[in-house]
T-cell receptor, first 116, second 116 residues
Framework: GAVVSQHPSRVICKSGTSVKIECRSLDFQATTMFWYRQFPKQSLMLMATSNEGSKATYEQGVEKDKFLINHASLTLSTLTVTSAHPEDSSFYIC????????????FGQGTRLTVV | AQSVTQLDSHVSVSEGTPVLLRCNYSSSYSPSLFWYVQHPNKGLQLLLKYTSAATLVKGINGFEAEFKKSETSFHLTKPSAHMSDAAEYFCVVSDRNPGTASKLTFGTGTRLQVTL
């Protein structure tokens, strides 16, 4: 199956700094990428949807100025957590889908962010 | 609008016995349905998908699911559980509405425990 690479898998940062997470589709063109946040023992919460070359669409309650999403190419999307705080500590997962409504989404390995 | 209900938050089975993870969905359009598995601190792996072809779908690792429109269900089954099946399982729906950018809606997850 298709591969989505997410990097880094684990990051620890100081409060007030920014962290960038990359999501790459390795063998297909991802017209749409999704960013999720997952709290312990809970389901995935969609944060935003991004289409290549356009602004991301954020879900209600997600601060777009805090979680900056860039989808500059069909194989790369980035999520930047700006001015991170301990409450931003979480597991972040990206996924990518090719064009078409019935294609499955392929998921990255996830990034465990810890803000100290 | 679309939604997914996973009826059991936790299922425990003995190794070698059948597995049944229940999922009900609602969708305004003809749905695509997916089952994903997540091992601790990992991304999600696709087990199988339904996209309006055969109603009985076979996936990886011996899993299968049957789409029943009359019951709006897409339950996941496996004849014989293995210790390595212990993980979190998510039922996911996509209603293929062009206006929602192929958004996926996740169930709350079912934790499968396999005992000796």
């Amino acid at each position: 199956g298709a591969v989505v690479s997410q990097h880094p898998s684990r990051v620890i940062c100081k409060s007030g700094t920014s962290v960038k997470i990359e999501c790459r589709s390795l063998d297909f063109q991802a017209t749409t990428m999704f960013w999720y946040r997952q709290f312990p023992k809970q389901s995935l919460m969609l944060m935003a949807t991004s289409n290549e070359g356009s602004k991301a669409t954020y879900e209600q309650g997600v601060e777009k100025d805090k979680f900056l999403i860039n989808h500059a190419s069909l194989t790369l999307s980035t999520l930047t957590v700006t001015s991170a705080h301990p409450e931003d500590s979480s597991f972040y997962i990206c996924s990518a889908r090719a064009a078409g409504g019935n294609t499955e989404a392929f998921f990255g390995q996830g990034t465990r962010l810890t803000v100290v | 609008a679309q939604s997914v209900t996973q009826l059991d938050s936790h299922v425990s089975v003995s190794e070698g016995t059948p597995v049944l993870l229940r999922c009900n969905y609602s969708s305004s359009y003809s749905p695509s349905l997916f089952w994903y598995v997540q091992h601790p601190n990992k991304g999600l792996q696709l087990l199988l998908k339904y996209t309006s072809a055969a109603t009985l779908v076979k996936g990886i690792n011996g899993f299968e699911a049957e789409f029943k429109k009359s019951e709006t269900s897409f339950h996941l089954t496996k004849p014989s559980a293995h210790m390595s099946d212990a993980a979190e399982y998510f039922c996911v729906v996509s209603d293929r509405n062009p206006g929602t950018a192929s958004k996926l809606t996740f169930g709350t997850g079912t934790r499968l425990q396999v005992t000796l």
